[in-house]
Structures are given as C-alpha cells and as structure tokens.
C-alpha cells in the first residue's frame, strides 16, 4: 500500500510515488458506503459496496499548458503618449490611501464644551424586559419601527430631558430680560443634554443652532442675540414689522425663504405631535394672545393671499384655526364596544364637523363643482349637507365635487366610492357633449378632462376587478365617444342617394415636421407605421381619443366583459355601441375590431344566436342568448369599411346564415319585443345591402328571391292603409329598396364582366357575379305600381307623411334600373321610349306638380348648409382629438329624420329625370317649368359667393346638397339648348357650376370631372360670348391700349373659340387625380364589383384647390423651377408649354372678364403671385406674343383702382412664407433675363408703391440696384397711378440716403427708369424741405442732405431737387416745376448755409 505525501517530499519523491502508482495499477478511488441501521438487513448491507470508477481515465497525465492571459477591458481605451512621463502616470492614477487622507478636513472643536459621563450606582446596565417596555404609554413611544433596546434607551433619554426641563420652569417663567443664566445646566455631568436642548430649554430661535460662533459658549450667545431680537419687535408696532418683513423678502433668495418656511412648518408640527390635546390648547392660545412671533406668520400669510388675490390685507378672512375635536363635539358618542374607538383621534374625526360657513361672493371665476347627476351647481346655492354634496377637500363650504376631486376619488380603495366618482364623471361627460355647459363654463369642460388624463383613468377603471366600477367606466366612455344623435342621423341618411358611403370620423390631420429626418436619405427615414409606434401612448391620445384606446388594448378589454364579467343588459348596449364608433374611426380600427380574437365570435355568438325562447318578464335580465340589433348593426358598419371586411363577415363570422334566418323570419314571429324584432329586421337588410354593393351575397338574393318580392309587395301597405305606421316600419321597406337597389346595379354589371372575362384582359376583371339582369326585371313593374300608389296618397292628409319618406327609394330604385337597363343587350329602345313618357306621364309630372312638393322646394334656401353657413356652428363642445358630427343643434334648427326635409326627395328625383332624359331627350322640356320656379332660382342665386366651412360637422350634410345642386345643373345644361326660357338664366347656372366646382369633397371627384368636361367649359353656359361682350371690352379698352397690342375684346373671342383645348389643358393638369376620379365614378355608376370601401376619404377639404384656374402655371413653375437635388434651374421648357401658359391665361381672362364672383375666393396677393410664375419658371416665356398680350391685359385688370386698394401685400400669399420671398427671387430673375421688357418692369414697380413695406424697396434700392439700368417703364406705360408711389413723404432714412446716393451716383437716371427717378426726387425734395419737428439724428441727415444738393455739380440734377413741385404723369418730366425757389425752402436753404441768399431763376 502506497504512503500519503508528507509535506517534506521534495518533487523527486512525489514523481517516484506517482510512478510507483501508475505501475501497481491500482483503483485510484474507493467509495465505501455506510449501511442503514435502521433497516433490517443490515448483514447484507455489509456484504454490498458502492465502487464509484472513474471510465477513459487517460494512464498518463496531461501536459499542463499555461492558460491564456487576461485581457483587460479597458485597456484599449486608455490613450497614451510615447513621451509621457510613467511616474506622472503613476501620480494621476495613485490610489494610496494618503491620497485620500491628504483631503480631509477636521472639524473645529475648539469651542464645543465637554460632558464628563454621569456617575451611576451600577456597573452594567440595567436589563431590559418586554413587560416593562409594552407597559408604558404610548405617548412616550417614538414614531417608527424600533427594536425594544432603542425603545427603552429613548424612554430613559425622554425622561431625563423631562427633568432638565422642569429645572429650568424658572427660566421660562421670567420674562425675556430678566433670565437668569447662571440657573442653566451647563456644567452638567449629563452627556444627553446637547446644545440643542440647552437652546429649546428657552424660548430660543428655531433655526439657528450657534454652531460655527468660535467661542465657546455658543449656546448662551444664541440666546442673547435672540433676546435682542425679541425686544427689538416688542418695541416696534404691528405696521412696522410688515414692512420690515417686506423688505426682507425682497431681499432675500425666495428658496432661502421658502427653506426658513419649511423648517419652522415640521418644527410647529413635530412640536404638536409631541405633545397632548390639552397641550396644544393652550400653547396655541398663548401662541395667539401674546407671541408676537405667530401672529406675525399669520399676518404674513394672509397679507401673501391678499397681494395674489388684488384685495386688501386687512379685508381678507385670516386663517381661522379651529381647535381639536373633542368627545363633547362628537356628533355620535363613541362606546366601549367600538372596535378601536378606545383612543380618540382628532385629525381622522374632522369630517364629522359641520362645514364651515361660506366665504362673501366674489367676482372672480371659482371652480365648476358637480352634482352626481352632472349638473353644475352655482356657488351661490346653498344646499342641505344630507344629499352627500359636501366634503373636506379645499373648499369644504361648497357643495358638489371639482373634477379635480372626482379624479381624486376615482382612485380610492373604496369601491362604492370609485363607482361613484366614475358614474358622476359619466353624467359630467353627457352633459358637455350636450352643450349644457357652454354658457355657464369659461372652458370646454371635455378639452380639461382630456388633458387631465381622463382616457387613462377610464382604461384603468376598465381593469378593475369590481363589476360595478367595470360598469361606470363603460357608461363613462360611451358618453364620451358615441353620439346618440349622430348615430340616427347616419341611420336616417343611409337610404338616400349614396347614402351608404360615411367620411371616417378621424381628426383633423395635424402635419408635424419630424427634425430627425431633415438631412437624411429617404431609405433611412422611419415609415409613416414606424413612426406611428414610436409614440407614446398620451401623445397618440391627445392626437386621437380613439387611436389612443386602441393602442391602449381596449378592444380585448371589452372583449374580457362580454365574455367573462357578461354585464347587464346596458352594458352589453354601450360596449356594442362604442364598438360601432370605433369601427366609424377608419378602415384601419374596423381591421382591427375584426383581428381581435374572440371578440366578434363572441357577438355573434352571444347576441346573433340561431335559436332563443320568449322571455316571459318585461324587462330581460340578461341579452345573452337574445338577438341585439346594435349587433347586426356592428356587422354592417364593419362591413362597409371595405369589401375584405365584408366577406370575412359573411364566411368567417357566419354573416349569409344569420342573414337568411333575421330576413326570412318575420318580425312578428322572432319571439322578441316588437320594436328590436323590427330593429334587428331592419339592420339585417342593411348589411344584407352592403354587402350587395360589393356584388357579394348575391347568391343569397336568388334563394331568397320569392320572401323579398312579397316583403316588396307588402310595402304598400303604409299607404294604402289608413292605420298608423311606425317609423320603425318605414325604416324597414326603406333598407329593403336600397337592398333591391344595389342587387340591380350588381346585375347591370354583370354582363359587363363576362365579357371582360372573354377578353385578354380578362384576368384583370372581377369574377362576374351570381345574379343577372332576368333576376331583377321583374321589380320593376311591383315598384312602379308601389309608386303610384305612394303619389296617390300625397292627397291623404293622414298617408302623406309615410308616402313622402317612401318615394324617395322608389324613385332611387327605377333610376338604378332605367341607368343599367340601357347597356344590356337585351335592352329594347322602342318600348323603354314608351315606359318613360307612361312613367313621366302618370308619375313623374304629378309628383312635380303637386303642393308637397312644391312646399319643399320653397324650403331650399332656409334649409341649406351652403347658403347658412351658421346651421354647421355646433352647439356642443368640440375637441380637436374627438370629432363628430354635431347633429344635436341639427336636429333641433332642422328636422332632419322628418318627412318634409327638402333633400333626399329632391336629390332622387333629379337623379331620376337626369337618366330617363339621357335616354329619351324627348320628354326634357316637360322639366323646365320645374326648374324654372322662384324657390329654385332664388337657391340658385343664394348661392353664388358663399363660402361654406368645411368640417365634420357639415361635410356630411354638403355632400348630400352637392348631390342636389349637380343634378340640378346637370339638368339645366340640357334644358338650355332646348328651350329658350332656361337659356336666359344660363350665366347663373355657370356661375354656380363654378362654385360648385371649389365646394366638391373628397369622394365627389367623378362629379369635379363631369362639371369640367361638360359644364365649366361649355359654350352654352357662357352667353357673353354671343351677345356682343367682346366687342364691348373691346370699345372700353380702346384708349387704353398700345397700338402694337390688341384689346381684351379680341382675346376674349379668341379664348371662347378656344375653349375645347383650354378643357383638354385643365382636365390634362388633374391627371394626378385619376385614381380618385375612378373610384369616385364606381361608386357613383353603381359598379359594385369595383367598389373597394363605403368609407370616403379622409375629410381635409375641397378636392379642388380654390385657385384651381391658376393651376397650369403652378404645375409649370414647380417643374421648371428649383428641383430638390442639385438646386440648378432648367432651361428649356416641356412640349406644349407654351399653348399650356396660354390656355390658363385665356381662361383666367374669361373668369375675371365674366365671372369674377368666381375667383372672388383667391386674395388678390394670391392672384399676383401666381401670375408672377410666368416670369420665373422660364427666361423667354413671358416674352412670347400671347403670353405678352394676356398678362398685359391681366395685369390691367389687377391694378384697377377698385382692385388696387385690396391687394394686401404684408400678408403672405397661400402657399409661401411671405411676399417678399417672391419678390427677391422676381428681383433676381429681372436683373438677370428682363431685357428691359415693360411688362416685368410693371410687375417689379408695382410692390414699390409707398404703401407697401420698406423692406421691398430697400432690397430694390440696395442689393438689386443694378436692375434700374434696365427698368425703363415709362410714365404712360406704367397703369398705376404715379401718386401711389410718391404719397405720403418717405420716413425711412436709410432709404432717403439710398435714394440720394443713387441719384448722385448715377444709378438711377430719368432716361434709363423714369419712374423710379422721379419717386427719389420726389421723397427727397419733401424730406430735405421738410419744416417737421423730429429727432436729431434725421434733422442732421436732413441738413446734410440739402447742403449737398446745394453745391451738386449736376445742375439738372439740383434744380430738380431743389425746384421739384408736384408729380404729374402726363408731363414730360413726370412732375412740374417751379420757376424760382419758394421763399420758404429759399430761408431753409439759408440758414442751413448761413448766408442770406437771394433766389434764383432756373
């Protein structure tokens, strides 16, 4: 057996065991287990080992390889120099603990006394026992969690401080003078009793302490010097002291003095809680009666108050300091069997006090307080404590709670108390949204709860585990999202006339410039999505409230209560109805209601459900398991957010099979409550509708086929019967025309795509639909006679109110059928011809003629939102984030969901006269008495020169009234030709197409293309050009010319037979917009197949832009002018630039000759730079004969005194920073490409007139002075009167002396700008001459100036100065002269030279 190493073993030794070792082969190891006496076989335990062995142990060891060397991290960023000094090193980056040590500074001892310890009896201390320390009271306890050992240490220090107190009673008994020191401890053997004590055993300062003083009774010398300080107030009067303390604070730092505040307020505090209720009693009334000290702090406070509020010191309430509440005032007594009411606590029973009284009325603005039902409470009403109204927050006097406080307690631990804040913050929020507090509240009440956070608040209450605060906090976000009123006029609006399409209800776009991107290259730059993410979660709130809940996760919230909490049955309503808002959003929020998993599945599961029985109670429990038609309603809102959400509904979500089963089943036998078995009838046609105008569910139309045409049948029983009808019934025969209504523009269409399916194209089409045009021509005589019978019972008193909301679908219906009758096949023009004289015969003329009508056309003008721009003023509370519709105020100044609102009607039966007279032009003149009444040629004349507002809150209702008006037109320009009556009003109907045009939304851009391609241009509508206009302008104009330049008579023929290519230049200019105009033309064709979405574009304006006209030449100017690359200008300019330039120009020439109520939205400034394009985008354009000839004539137009007097340059022109931009860049361009040309030369003259800024005519006069060689406009040419420019005198000095050097220097000569020339002398014969009292510096530059002029060599030059009268622009020289100079210039120029000179002749 080998031996163990033994620590004297050299290394041979070890290697000779080890080889000993490896040659006896022997286990390295052995593991010897010990048995487990407790079990029974212990002897076989003893017979059995566990070997452990080690397996691919190598015989020989490894060599041992050194490991690699550690590399420190920072190394490499240590920079070194080759000549650096290592021991400099070493010193930088010693850290030797004298390196430490060599900083520290002792603390100045030499003053502080010194304690000997006290002499006690025992060696040790005494021992601590738990009995001793939890038997004494609680007073004496400290504040915190303290071992018993610190417990017992600070009891003993506690009641040595008590007797050194009570040694020095004496002391604080005597008065301030008299103390006697020598009775103070000092010499005390204590060590517990520091100088701190030493100080509070008197009535010494609270912040100075005498640390610091260098001798060495500093205790005793703080107290003198706060003993002189005593008396030194004790002698000075109350007013005094004010003042000296105003002083001081006027001094001092405020945070030093807010610091001495602080301090004194935890001292007071401390000092308080220290001490018993008794105690404080009478410290605070001896506090109040003789402490000069307090009552200066409460002087102080109050006068602070009094110096914010405005108001004297002395008239304002002092703070009133009421005592503790003691068990006497209790209004209930506290007993003994109360659960911890053994102790009182004052502080915790305040509430139970009565409020205090309330302070005198004032004028300023208090805080809105609220009621728990909403209503704002005056200040000045005085209510009774028992409602609940009143509680101890800042004003405790008033009754009711600030949002402030609501905010507060939505965060309590209490349930009922955040279920009361929240439900209080709901009533608050319906209430706003009402407008009711638009008049009593200076702010909008929503914008402050929105800043505040309220969103969040209510996402949080959204969490809470507490069904009935879950509640409160959907009640509260359904009245602060959905509008009741919005929603039913959405609803009312869906079967007229393109009545399914919506403008999303997105907030204004707000552009911010992102300053990370400026300067990098496009790939780098974040993605519009990108950057949507990178926002935080309140900057995308306070964009969009409901982006912000979206990004929140409040869509799996909700879906969490429908599914777990399955709240009561208002609940479930305002999750549906928020849900059905959020979709409204966009396209994108209705994406994503539909993604959220479970969330739909768990709607139509729950509340759409296959099967249900009767509930026997009146008031169901629980709509789980019951049809809700807020539910079917959700489908279809979905729906119409694009035909993919469509389908997913209909094959994802089981939408055909809940359509068959709420279509089929009457609502009589649906086992529900008649009016939601109506409402869920009527939501399921319209979804069924949707998805028709997407040429979807078609197939479920043919099943149906026989169940539709006899609800078709069916639907003249609301005028055939004399009983009443519910609106609720009428709702539903309406959904179900616009359903037969869109089915028959699908199968119009269907012909169209077998064809493109035939083609090679035919890949691109979509599939053809399921239904054809045999499916649907069987509706049209049922509906035809439905028609007759709804006109019949106009003469009814008790049908006409039905028969007037029917007819408007009927006449929808057979406009959609006539429209795609005409292009199939099977289409028959000999018997259409004959349908359509019976149909306008037995209908249509009737229909016209009748009073009910007639009674709603007299209604045009006081009903429109175009010709009463006030009806779209909102009567709530707006906020930006959270837009809306605001038909509240709609529906009270305008009865939009009643049968006698002069739009749907109207608006469908133009559309119906405009098709049938597209196919028989026969019948057209059996319209014109229609169009030729006064109600409709006075809305027409109304509307010429208005400007509505655009916004959400109108938009919707415009859209619907550009319907009215475009139709209206439509059939006016074909009337027109025909019949001479309409002709003579053809200008108006021009005039208002033109307005129309600026006015169209986005989503309207097929009828922007129709007014410019048949009636903005049109011959027919511009009848100046045959009655002898031209030839007028011309004799106007005829004096006013140049010879060589032909009059506005001329060019105006020449642009009225021009007027095909000027259509062609225009519609070439709106090719960008081409994606728009045909999605905008399938939906209003009716091509359902190709409609991609029922919500419009984002509402941020007209389509147009207001100065449309001017377009080609913006075009021009931003492809020729600046590119963004390499900044360098093109020279040569597009193809057909030319004839484009002159095209605008020819029709900018017609609209100011003939409409100029038409251009009457573009500011003058705008006008003029946008003309001034001509001159920039090319360097010979503007030198081109037509080009010359027109803006020549424009230009006139523009400077005619009316016009002149309102162009405004200090404004800047839409479009660019400011006018002078352009006209440094015009000054630019004159210098370097004008070749003198007059007409550039006028629009360079025309900003220098003296009304306008200085800082143009510097820039002119300055940096471009070269540009007056060349500027040579004469006094005929220019068409602006020369006393624009000379009047008033120039005060600008700077300018004067830019003036004189020009002149003396020759830069400005009367041969080279005439003009010009005589404006300098002008100014500077006033400015020298001038007898004015004025500063200083301008009476040395005015005498200087003189004397100059006096001893100028140019003669000419100085007597034009000198003897310049007045400006005349038909004289040779541009203005008179006198003969000799005035005696009174003649003594100014004397006693500036200081002789007596006598006058002179020229």
């Not at 031996?3 to 052995?30: C, H, I, M, N, Y």
């Not at 006899?710 to 029983?717: A, D, K, P, T, V």
Request: proline fraction near 7%.
């Amino acid at each position: 057996m080998l031996r163990r190493p033994k620590p004297t073993d050299s290394e041979a030794d070890l290697l000779e065991q080890q080889q000993k070792f490896l040659t006896a082969g022997s286990r390295s190891v052995t593991v010897v287990k010990r048995t487990d006496k407790r079990r029974g076989d212990v002897e076989a335990q003893e017979n059995r080992r566990d070997v452990v062995t080690i397996e691919d142990l190598p015989d020989q060891i490894p060599t041992l390889t050194p490991a690699p060397p550690k590399k420190s991290r920072f190394k490499n960023d240590r920079v070194r120099f080759e000549d650096e000094d290592p021991e400099e090193r070493l010193d930088r980056h010693d850290t030797h603990i004298s390196a430490v040590l060599s900083k520290i500074i002792e603390r100045d001892t030499s003053a502080v006394p010194v304690y000997l310890p006290t002499f006690t009896g025992t060696a040790f201390p005494k021992v601590l026992h738990r009995s001793v320390v939890e038997s004494e009271g609680t007073e004496k306890r400290p504040r915190g969690r303290k071992s018993i050992f610190a417990r017992q240490i600070a009891a003993q220090r506690g009641n040595k401080e008590g007797a050194h107190s009570l040694n020095g009673a004496g002391i604080k008994d005597q008065s301030c003078g008299d103390t006697n020191f020598a009775s103070l401890p000092l010499e005390s053997m204590d060590t517990e009793l520091s100088t701190t004590n030493v100080i509070d055993a008197v009535n010494a300062p609270l912040l100075v302490s005498g640390q610091g003083l260098g001798i060495a009774n500093s205790a005793i010398e703080t107290i003198k010097i706060h003993q002189e300080n005593q008396r030194k107030l004790q002698a000075m009067s109350q007013s005094e002291i004010l003042e000296e303390q105003r002083m001081l604070l006027a001094q001092l730092d405020p945070r030093l003095v807010d610091f001495v505040r602080s301090q004194k307020a935890q001292m007071r505090k401390s000092s308080e809680s220290a001490s018993g209720p008794g105690e404080q009693e009478v410290s605070l009334n001896k506090s109040l009666s003789n402490s000069t000290a307090s009552a200066l702090d409460y002087t102080t406070q109050a006068q602070e108050t009094a110096i914010e509020d405005g108001q004297n010191v002395e008239n304002e309430n002092l703070a009133v300091v009421q005592p503790p509440i003691t068990e006497d005032e209790l209004p209930i007594k506290p007993q003994k069997e109360w659960v911890h009411m053994d102790k009182l606590e004052p502080e915790k029973l305040e509430w139970t006090r009565d409020p205090p009284p309330k302070k005198q009325s004032t004028k300023k603005a208090m805080q809105a307080r609220f009621n728990f039902a909403g209503t704002l409470i005056p200040p000045t009403e005085d209510l009774p404590t028992h409602l609940g109204l009143h509680h101890h927050g800042e004003e405790p006097e008033l009754a009711g709670y600030s949002l402030q406080e609501l905010f507060i307690l939505s965060r309590s631990q209490l349930n009922q108390q955040r279920n009361l804040a929240v439900s209080t913050l709901a009533n608050v929020l319906t209430k706003a949204r009402a407008g009711e507090y638009t008049s009593s509240l200076k702010n909008s009440v929503l914008s402050c709860l929105l800043d505040a956070g309220l969103l969040f608040l209510l996402r949080f209450s959204l969490d809470d585990s507490v069904e009935a605060v879950m509640s409160a906090a959907v009640h509260a976000l359904h009245a602060l999202l959905v509008s009741t009123d919005d929603e039913e006029c959405l609803d009312n609006a869906f079967p007229w006339l393109l009545g399914t399409a919506t403008f999303p209800l997105l907030p204004t776009s707000q552009e911010e410039e992102d300053e990370d991107d400026e300067g990098m290259d496009e790939s780098m730059k974040l993605t519009i999505k990108e950057k949507e993410d990178n926002k935080t979660d309140p900057n995308v709130a306070r964009q969009d409230v409901v982006k912000g809940f979206l990004k929140m996760q409040g869509l799996p919230r909700l879906r969490y209560i429908l599914e777990v909490v399955r709240p009561s049955p208002q609940v479930v309503l305002d999750i549906l109805a928020l849900l059905i808002r959020i979709a409204r959003h966009s396209t994108a929020a209705a994406i994503q209601i539909l993604d959220c998993p479970r969330l739909m599945h768990t709607v139509v599961s729950e509340f759409l459900p296959g099967s249900w029985t009767l509930h026997t109670s009146q008031t169901a429990s629980s709509l789980y398991g019951l049809p809700v038609a807020l539910a079917m309603k959700l489908l279809h809102v979905l729906a119409s957010a694009g035909r993919h959400a469509c389908a997913r509904i209909l094959n994802s979500l089981g939408g055909k099979e809940l359509l068959a089963r709420f279509v089929v089943v009457e609502p009589s036998e649906m086992l529900l409550e008649p009016s939601e078995a109506l409402r869920c009838s009527t939501e399921a046609l319209k979804m069924f509708a949707v998805a028709a105008s997407y040429g979807q569910a078609c197939s479920l139309y043919k099943d149906l086929y026989p169940v539709l045409v006899q609800r078709l049948q069916s639907g003249n029983r609301p005028c055939a019967s004399s009983e009443a009808v519910t609106p609720l019934e009428l709702d539903r025969v309406r959904a179900l025309l616009v359903l037969l209504t869109q089915v028959t523009h699908t199968a119009g269409c269907c012909e169209e795509l077998q064809r493109g399916l035939g083609s090679s194209q035919g890949s691109e089409c979509p599939p053809p639909p399921p239904v054809s045009w045999s499916h649907v021509t069987g509706l049209q005589p049922t509906v035809i006679g439905l028609l007759k019978g709804c006109v019949k019972a106009l003469d009814n008193p008790g049908q006409m109110s039905s028969a007037l909301v029917l007819i408007p679908s009927y006449l929808l219906f057979m406009e959609a059928y006539y429209s795609q009758l005409s292009q199939q096949s099977s289409f028959q023009p000999v018997h259409c011809l004959q349908e359509l004289e019976s149909l306008t015969s037995d209908v249509l003329m009737p229909l016209i003629s009748h009073h009910a009508i007639q009674n709603m056309t007299s209604r045009f003008r006081s009903s429109s939102m175009i010709c009463n721009p006030a009806l779209s003023a909102v009567g709530w509370e707006v906020v930006p984030s959270l837009p809306g519709l605001g038909c509240s105020k709609l529906k009270t100044t305008r009865n939009l969901t009643g049968p006698n609102f002069p739009l749907p009607l109207p608006t469908a039966l133009f559309h119906l006269l405009n098709t049938i007279t597209s196919i028989h032009k026969g019948i057209t003149k059996r319209f014109s008495s229609f169009l030729l009444s006064d109600s409709v040629l006075n809305y027409l004349r109304s509307c010429v020169g208005v400007t509505p507002p655009v916004s959400l809150t109108s938009a919707w209702i415009l859209r619907h009234e550009h319907h009215l008006l475009y139709l209206l037109l439509r059939l006016a320009h074909k009337l027109v030709p025909v019949d001479p009556e309409v002709a003579k009003h053809a200008s108006l109907f021009h005039q208002v197409s033109l307005a129309l045009l600026s006015w169209l939304l986005p989503g309207s851009e097929h009828l922007a293309h129709e007014l410019m391609s048949t009636m903005i241009f049109s011959h027919s509508l511009l009848p100046e050009g045959g009655s002898g206009e031209p030839e007028v302008a011309a004799l106007a104009e005829l004096q006013l010319q140049e010879k060589t330049l032909p009059g506005a008579g001329v060019l105006l023929h020449d642009a009225l037979l021009h007027l095909p290519y000027i259509r062609g230049c225009f519609l070439t200019h709106l090719a960008h917009m081409e994606p728009a105009v045909l999605a905008s033309r399938d939906r209003y064709l009716g091509r359902t197949p190709w409609i991609r979405s029922h919500l419009l574009p984002e509402l941020t304006g007209p389509s147009l832009p207001s100065d449309w006209p001017f377009l080609p030449l913006i075009s021009l100017y931003e492809r020729m002018g600046f590119s963004a690359g390499g900044g360098q200008q093109v020279e040569s300019l597009p193809v057909g630039s030319l004839e484009s330039v002159t095209h605008c120009l020819q029709w900018l020439l017609v609209l100011e000759s003939w409409r100029e109520q038409a251009l009457s939205v573009v500011p003058p400034v705008a006008k003029l730079a946008r003309l001034a394009c001509v001159f920039l985008c090319s360097s010979d354009l503007f030198l081109e004969r037509p080009v010359q000839e027109l803006m020549w004539v424009l230009f006139r137009g523009l400077t005619r005194p009316d016009r002149l007097e309102a162009l405004e340059l200090g404004s800047p022109p839409p479009g660019l920073a400011s006018f002078h931009d352009l006209y440094s860049a015009l000054l630019a361009q004159y210098e370097a490409v004008s070749f003198g040309d007059p007409l550039f030369g006028c629009f360079m003259l025309l900003p220098l007139q003296r009304r306008y800024s200085v800082t143009m005519r510097l820039a002119a006069f300055g940096e471009h002075i070269g540009m007056l060689r060349s500027l040579g406009v004469s006094l005929q040419q220019l068409p602006i009167p020369l006393e624009k420019f000379t009047s008033p005198m120039e005060d600008s000095l700077p300018l004067l002396r830019l003036y004189f050097r020009a002149l003396v220097t020759g830069a400005l000569k009367r041969n080279w700008c005439p003009v010009l020339y005589v404006v300098a002398v002008a100014h500077l014969n006033a400015f020298i001459f001038s007898q004015d009292a004025v500063a200083e510096e301008i009476e040395v530059t005015r005498r200087s100036l003189l004397r100059k002029t006096h001893y100028m060599t140019d003669e000419v030059l100085k007597n034009h100065l000198l003897f310049f009268r007045l400006p005349q622009q038909d004289a040779e020289l541009g203005f008179s002269t006198y003969e000799q100079l005035p005696p009174i210039r003649a003594r100014r120029l004397g006693s500036i030279l200081g002789t007596e000179e006598k006058t002179g002749k020229r």
